[in-house]
């Protein structure tokens, strides 16, 4: 996908010490000075990585009252090495609030956080490296695009249950591509409004279901093609007199397993492809 016209140059704070700032980012974080700028009033420094977002350090020289101290600003960096970077600012003699470490709930990332000279917050992610080829991901894409990609389409995936177990079919036909196809039981359904009206053939108003997903298998083609399996428990029931169904005994109706191919649209992820393989049907005597 291009990347739009617009971004975001830099990105300011004001500091106390401005000798003291600059060598922080740039002996310390490894960051270039890449321009200075003396007014009247004020003394900015712009530094940064090459080719990335610059951080600009702001010091007012007019007396006026100016607090740089203790503001809740972060400021996001990726770099190769976070427990190295984490003992050099330990070294500089500046607080460490969390020492670099592996995080599973941010996608087995490792993570440190600092403070800069004023207190301002450095947060330090490992760089993404580039997936091998042999993990049968696209070649070129970084482990965080590639995460980008696996969650969007597993978002689309988890709606697909939840829209059809809400009967709110509308919504649900609309995670389908405009071309895109439903393969279930023998047939196949092409766009939207024929999936909708496919599933909608002797609906039952009083009709329960329960979609359970699992084992969600996402192999990444692209920055903008994925494919996909996923095992589908599917419970169903009537409801008799607005309560839920009751059953003796509480059962699958069906188990099986959904081929996919998803598409980044204008409009997000949805379905190019969804087929549904029986592995398990209700026996009947």
Same mark, same amino acid.
Request: proline share 5%; with cysteine; aromatic share 8%.
């Given at each position: ?8 140059? *830099? =990105? $300011? ?16 974080? $490894?960051?270039? =000075?890449? &321009? ?11 530094? $940064? ?90 070649? $070129? ?22 829209? *059809? ?8 036909? &609309? ?18 409004? *024929?999936?909708?009206? /496919? ?10 279901? *329960?979609? #359970? ?33 009751? /059953? ?23 379905? #190019? ?11 009947? /005597?």
């Amino acid at each position: 996908m291009a990347r739009a016209a617009e971004n975001l140059g *830099a =990105v $300011g704070i004001g500091v106390s010490d401005m000798a003291r700032s600059e060598d922080f980012y740039t002996r310390v974080l $490894g960051m270039s =000075v890449q &321009q200075r700028i003396d007014l009247p009033h004020l003394q900015e420094v712009v530094v $940064g990585y090459e080719g990335r977002t610059s951080v600009v350090l702001m010091h007012w020289l007019d007396g006026s009252e100016r607090n740089y101290k203790a503001n809740a600003v972060k400021l996001v960096f990726f770099v190769p090495d976070p427990k190295a970077l984490i003992a050099r600012i330990r070294a500089d003699g500046l607080p460490i609030q969390r020492e670099a470490e592996v995080m599973p709930e941010f996608h087995n990332m490792m993570i440190g956080l600092a403070e800069d000279p004023d207190g301002y917050v450095v947060e330090l992610l490992e760089l993404p490296r580039p997936v091998e080829a042999s993990t049968g991901a696209a070649p $070129g894409l970084s482990a965080l695009q590639r995460l980008e990609v696996e969650q969007g389409c597993a978002r689309l995936a988890l709606d697909y249950s939840f829209l *059809a177990d809400s009967a709110r079919m509308d919504e649900w036909s &609309q995670l389908f591509a405009e071309d895109g196809e439903m393969h279930l039981f023998g047939q196949v359904h092409k766009g939207p409004a *024929a999936i909708r009206a /496919a599933v909608s053939a002797g609906g039952d108003p009083g009709a329960v279901t *329960a979609h #359970a997903i699992t084992n969600h298998r996402i192999d990444v083609r692209s920055a903008d093609e994925a494919e996909g399996a996923a095992y589908v428990i599917v419970f169903a029931g009537q409801r008799k007199d607005g309560a839920p169904p009751a /059953a003796q005994q509480i059962a699958p109706m069906i188990v099986g397993v959904y081929r996919d191919r998803y598409r980044r649209t204008d409009k997000g992820w949805k379905f #190019a492809s969804r087929a549904f393989e029986p592995t398990f049907t209700t026996a009947t /005597a």
